[in-house]
């Protein structure tokens, strides 16, 4: 029998598969504000759709809550959690940051939940912890309006702290390797037209993931998340993943498109809505029509991005069994 583990290698080495890899996740408000609770509802959400990679989903304020932001589950339906509370007010706040430890509360808090779930977890399952990139933490310590205003305004306070949140980040990834996690889910928020400019992209984001990212190189399962619409595929070239994540169902490029564009693995294919708001075999016909539109070659059946809280179990297990028949 081939294993999770087995089958996502070989889609990543161009091999044939005995089926197309899936793997889906989602938010769990409430039950992700406590590490055994937020590693108890990921490993139920594996038991019961059985999917070839375990995406570890905590609140984005995990990585940030160290520097004072406070946030509140507002029922919203991509289980995500609105900010209360922001730390940066005025441009000399970014200089204020200090570097966090993994052993502070929230990131500690964090490697705990990734030690139950590795420890409770088949290890031919591979794990992947979800880790927002230092202009994502940025906005959240902000806004994102008061971001963008003061990098066009005072652009070297804010590269300052974005300094100080690569370092934390590179740091948390370090220690998550010792844990055993498999690659990471790297979510870029502003890598796209409407947000920034490529060249301000390149000049603000990109110089702090490739800090960031230096400690997964030897890691073989890590997936690039570009967030939005329009978003700068390009981008793929100057960062080293093996897997890219994109809302390709609703922005450019499609998964036909993108295999001539990218020589990794795609993940994708399913809208979030029809997972919400479509029947199951809505869910089946766009499942078939990525894996054709692929070849079923260096594929991964998935969403564009989070699954919404909403979503129906049945189309949950018709999005799983789409990829057995």
């Given at each position: ?12 080495n ?10 889906l996740?989602?938010?769990?408000p409430?039950d ?46 991509e289980g ?10 005025e ?45 994502s ?9 008061l ?47 409407d947000v ?14 490739q ?9 073989w399962c ?34 036909a ?5 990218f020589?990794g ?26 894996i ?34």
């Open positions: 029998m081939t294993t999770h583990r087995e089958r996502i290698q070989a889609c990543l161009g091999e044939k598969t005995d089926r197309t890899p899936i793997a996740w989602r938010h769990f409430v992700d504000q406590n590490p055994e609770t937020l590693a108890a509802s990921t490993l139920h959400f594996q038991e019961t759709y059985d999917f070839d990679i375990v995406k570890v989903t905590p609140a984005s304020s995990f990585a940030v809550k160290g520097w004072g932001v406070e946030d509140k589950w507002m029922d919203d339906t995500s959690r609105r900010y209360t509370k922001r730390v940066i007010t441009p000399a706040d970014w200089e204020k940051l200090s570097v966090l430890e993994p052993s502070s509360p929230h990131l500690s808090g964090q490697l705990a939940c990734l030690r139950l779930i590795r420890q409770n977890l088949s290890p031919e399952t591979p794990m992947i912890q979800t880790i927002f990139n230092p202009l933490q940025a906005k959240n310590l902000a806004g994102n309006d971001l963008l205003k003061h990098l066009r305004t005072h652009p070297e306070a804010v590269m300052k702290g974005l300094d100080t949140i690569a370092k934390t980040t590179a740091k948390f990834i370090e220690a998550i390797t010792e844990i055993g996690v498999d690659g990471i889910f790297y979510a870029v928020q502003h890598a796209q037209a920034l400019s490529l060249d301000e992209y390149k000049n603000f984001g990109l110089p702090f993931d800090m960031v990212l230096e400690p997964t190189q030897d890691l890590n997936m690039l998340h570009l967030h939005g619409k329009e978003v700068y595929f390009s981008l793929l070239r100057l960062m080293n993943f093996q897997i890219v994540n994109w809302h390709d169902r609703e922005t450019y490029p499609s998964l498109e993108a295999q001539s564009l020589r693995t795609l993940c994708g294919g399913l809208r979030q809505g029809s997972l919400v708001f479509e029947d199951q075999a809505t869910v089946k016909e766009e499942a078939a029509d990525a054709k539109q692929t070849r079923g070659q260096r594929f991964i059946l998935g969403t564009g991005c989070v699954v919404p809280v909403t979503a129906s179990h049945g189309n949950l297990v018709a999005a799983r069994r789409s990829v057995e028949s």
